[in-house]
């Protein structure tokens, strides 16, 4: 099951996946694009009309439609190995409260050069749990758990949030043999700036589940505290000129610390580092401005149930 926004990448996955429907599989696609009057003309598979709100609900609406007791989720822009199939009807080889069985992520780095920050984004996908780049579930565990919560419109802790959920029910969740390559997708130098908008997510979670969030859902520590400090010296350098070296110097500190980071693994040409300095000034105000709006919106969310088909 593959939702798409139509992206190039989406044809050599199906040619890729073709076979497969030689050994009985179907092959469905969800057309998620806000755009959707001209067709989506794609060969070897089923399009299904998405509802436009974001891979969660496109997801949803690929799982209800499967006729088999097993759902596999790609992403449009990985490419399988040659015997991903063969080797997904082993994964699936599983005791029965075994609900889903993640895939190998491989990404594909330059070989010449260090990777740049966005490769390196990039490349964490696979030390990532549980992502729906390649991850099968078992019908019965997302009729059990709920499916995807919807009120995640990015691709972003959608599927870990479902994952708990998933294991909060009583399923175990294992990783398999099968691999997917997902190659490191062309972006401009602000997609730094435009990831900042998961933190809106991040602050659901946080109402969902408390200060434990992180662990519940296996996500990675984040820089968010060291944001708030920086951020809230700026505020206060800019609000109050009495305390202005004070908190101005906290607030270059924090910022030349965190560009430092991002700089020091990279490849250090003169485009990656103007980029990335530039990108670090404004990401800690931007990813607490994104938390706070996500704060504010979902005050009061409480998890998904589940038994939803």
Same mark, same amino acid.
């Given at each position: 099951?593959?939702?798409?926004?139509?992206?190039?990448?989406?044809?050599?996955?199906? !040619?890729?996946?073709?076979?497969? *429907?030689? #050994?009985?599989?179907e092959i469905l696609v969800v057309d #998620?694009?806000?755009?959707?009057?001209?067709?989506?003309?794609?060969?070897?598979?089923?399009?299904?009309?998405?509802?436009?709100?974001?891979?969660?609900?496109?997801?949803?609406?690929?799982?209800?439609?499967a006729r088999f007791p097993w759902v596999?989720?790609? #992403?449009?822009?990985?490419?399988?190995?040659?015997?991903?199939? =063969?080797?997904?009807?082993?994964?699936? !080889?599983?005791?029965?409260?075994?609900?889903?069985?993640?895939?190998?992520?491989?990404?594909?780095?330059?070989?010449?050069? $260090?990777?740049?920050?966005?490769?390196?984004?990039?490349?964490?996908?696979? #030390?990532?749990?549980?992502?729906?780049?390649?991850? =099968?579930?078992?019908?019965?565990?997302?009729?059990?758990?709920?499916?995807?919560?919807?009120?995640?419109?990015?691709?972003?802790?959608?599927? =870990?949030?479902?994952?708990?959920?998933?294991?909060?029910?009583?399923?175990?969740?294992?990783?398999?043999?099968?691999?997917?390559?997902?190659?490191?997708?062309?972006?401009?130098?602000?997609?730094?700036?435009?990831?900042?908008?998961?933190?809106?997510?991040?602050?659901?979670?946080?109402?969902?589940?408390?200060?434990?969030?992180?662990?519940?859902?296996?996500?990675?520590?984040?820089?968010?505290?060291?944001?708030?400090?920086?951020?809230?010296?700026?505020?206060?350098?800019?609000?109050?000129?009495?305390?202005?070296?004070?908190?101005?110097?906290?607030?270059?500190?924090g910022t030349a610390e965190f560009a430092?980071?991002?700089?020091?693994?990279? $490849?250090?040409?003169?485009?990656?580092?103007?980029?990335?300095?530039?990108?670090?000034? +404004? *990401?800690?105000?931007?990813?607490?401005?994104?938390?706070?709006?996500?704060?504010?919106?979902?005050?009061?969310?409480?998890?998904?149930?589940?038994? +939803?088909?």
């Amino acid at each position: 099951m593959v939702p798409t926004l139509g992206r190039p990448s989406l044809s050599a996955l199906l !040619e890729r996946l073709a076979p497969s *429907i030689e #050994d009985g599989a179907e092959i469905l696609v969800v057309d #998620d694009r806000k755009d959707q009057s001209g067709p989506l003309d794609v060969p070897y598979a089923k399009v299904l009309s998405g509802p436009g709100r974001g891979p969660a609900a496109a997801r949803n609406t690929g799982w209800r439609a499967a006729r088999f007791p097993w759902v596999a989720f790609l #992403d449009d822009d990985v490419v399988p190995d040659p015997d991903w199939f =063969a080797r997904l009807r082993a994964d699936l !080889e599983v005791p029965d409260r075994v609900g889903g069985v993640q895939g190998r992520v491989w990404v594909p780095l330059p070989a010449d050069r $260090p990777p740049t920050d966005w490769e390196r984004s990039t490349a964490g996908l696979e #030390d990532s749990r549980w992502i729906t780049a390649d991850m =099968a579930y078992r019908r019965a565990a997302l009729v059990e758990s709920g499916g995807f919560d919807e009120r995640f419109p990015r691709a972003y802790r959608e599927d =870990a949030e479902l994952a708990y959920r998933v294991r909060r029910a009583g399923w175990q969740l294992v990783r398999g043999a099968r691999r997917v390559t997902h190659p490191v997708r062309p972006e401009g130098p602000w997609a730094s700036l435009r990831a900042q908008r998961g933190n809106a997510d991040d602050a659901l979670l946080r109402h969902m589940y408390g200060p434990r969030w992180r662990t519940l859902v296996e996500a990675l520590p984040g820089r968010r505290p060291r944001h708030a400090v920086v951020t809230a010296a700026l505020a206060v350098a800019v609000a109050v000129p009495r305390l202005r070296p004070v908190a101005g110097a906290v607030w270059l500190a924090g910022t030349a610390e965190f560009a430092a980071a991002r700089v020091r693994p990279g $490849p250090k040409t003169p485009r990656e580092v103007g980029t990335t300095l530039l990108t670090s000034l +404004f *990401i800690p105000p931007l990813a607490t401005a994104h938390w706070l709006r996500g704060w504010w919106r979902w005050r009061g969310a409480r998890p998904l149930g589940g038994r +939803f088909c």
